[in-house]
Every structure is written in structure tokens, then in C-alpha cells.
Nanobody, 122 residues
Framework: QVQLVESGGGLVQAGGSLRLSCTASGDIFRIRDMAWFRQSPEKQREFVARITYGGNKNYVDSLKDRLTISRDNIKNTMSLQINSLKPEDTAVYYC????????????????WGQGTQVTVSA
């Protein structure tokens, strides 16, 4: 199993910035793609950004000018910098990874974190 813990959320004023982090631990053989999703009460969970093991990045078009995703393959961590925050960015942000475990190295599974709340005040 792989456990994910997100951190870095909080309450911030519009125009501010946050850096979200995701740390993976457990029976890890390899973390493949790592991604961020978000969900607000009014919407379905939506894709935000993804980074591959090799460092290729892609972002949702509506946010790409304000986002920077990064990862550390040694530490099994991922970060998301969000700038110029807007009230509509208010959501729970979730970490999602594709991972292979030592116990089943040929199997690729998805794992989700519990999420970190981001609240942006006007």
C-alpha cells in the first residue's frame, strides 16, 4: 500500500499564493505519474496538474498561467505552487499517484490522499 499526505492548504486572501505538498510513503517500488485534482462543493473533482516520473508536466488550460508543479523522485514528494489565487480556487486539493509497490511491482495502482483545504477570501 501507498499512503499520501497533502499539506500546505489554508486560508489566503485573493491575490496571494500557496504551495501545496504531497508526500508518498509505504511499500513503494516506484511512483509514476503524480497529479493534483481539486473539488469544490458545487463541482465534480477536476484535474489541475500532472507531472510524470521524467518531469513532463501538463496543466489544466484555465489555470496553467498560475501553476507550477514539481516533484522529487528521491523523496517521493510533489509540490504545486498556485499564484494569484482567486475565490473560485477555493476547493479541497487532492494528490493522486500511480504507483508500483515492492510486494506487487508489476501492478500499477492509483492512490489518493485525503486532501488539503484551500480557501481564498475576496
Amino acid at each position: 500500500q501507498v499512503q499520501l499526505v497533502e499539506s500546505g492548504g489554508g486560508l489566503v486572501q485573493a491575490g496571494g499564493s500557496l504551495r501545496l505538498s504531497c508526500t508518498a510513503s509505504g511499500d513503494i517500488f516506484r511512483i509514476r505519474d503524480m497529479a493534483w485534482f481539486r473539488q469544490s462543493p458545487e463541482k465534480q473533482r477536476e484535474f489541475v496538474a500532472r507531472i510524470t516520473y521524467g518531469g513532463n508536466k501538463n496543466y489544466v488550460d484555465s489555470l496553467k498561467d498560475r501553476l507550477t508543479i514539481s516533484r522529487d523522485n528521491i523523496k517521493n514528494t510533489m509540490s504545486l505552487q498556485i499564484n494569484s489565487l482567486k475565490p473560485e480556487d477555493t476547493a479541497v486539493y487532492y494528490c493522486d499517484v500511480e504507483a508500483q509497490t515492492n510486494s506487487q511491482p508489476l501492478k500499477i495502482d492509483h492512490y489518493w490522499g485525503q486532501g488539503t483545504q484551500v480557501t481564498v477570501s475576496a
